[in-house]
Nanobody, 123 residues
Framework: QLQLVESGGDLVQPGGSLRLSCAVS????????ITWFRERVGVASISSSG???RYADDVKGRFTISRGNAENTVYLEMNNLKPEDTANYYC?????????????????????WGQGTQVNVSA
């Protein structure tokens, strides 16, 4: 079965940076759109093609989602972190076939979720 495991969460000061990882196993990453959620709110999505990304307004310019198909891992680079970014972050996968430009951001569009990684932003 498809499994997703998040890692990289930590305690950081405001203005700091973190890189979260979503390791995918049980299937090839190239068939799935992957989205990072801050609790139940989608913040960054990348299509199975890797060509298209989508961001929530409050993270644009600060967060960058990317995928490494060779290592079957999706990353979330988070810069200029703010206290309001504090949350459990989840990655979720939605099957879309290879080459799709779909970037889902609603929780109801996903079939598989990881268990989350905690990000704390505090002085």
């Amino acid at each position: 079965q498809l499994q997703l495991v998040e890692s990289g969460g930590d305690l950081v000061q405001p203005g700091g940076s973190l890189r979260l990882s979503c390791a995918v196993s049980g299937a090839s990453l190239k068939y799935y759109a992957i989205t990072w959620f801050r609790e139940r709110v989608g913040v960054a999505s990348i299509s199975s093609s890797g060509d298209t990304t989508r961001y929530a307004d409050d993270v644009k310019g600060r967060f960058t989602i990317s995928r490494g198909n060779a290592e079957n891992t999706v990353y979330l680079e988070m810069n200029n972190l703010k206290p309001e970014d504090t949350a459990n972050y989840y990655c979720a996968a939605a099957w879309s076939g290879s080459g799709s430009q779909w970037t889902p951001i609603l929780a109801t569009e996903f079939y598989q979720w990881g268990q989350g990684t905690q990000v704390n932003v505090s002085a």
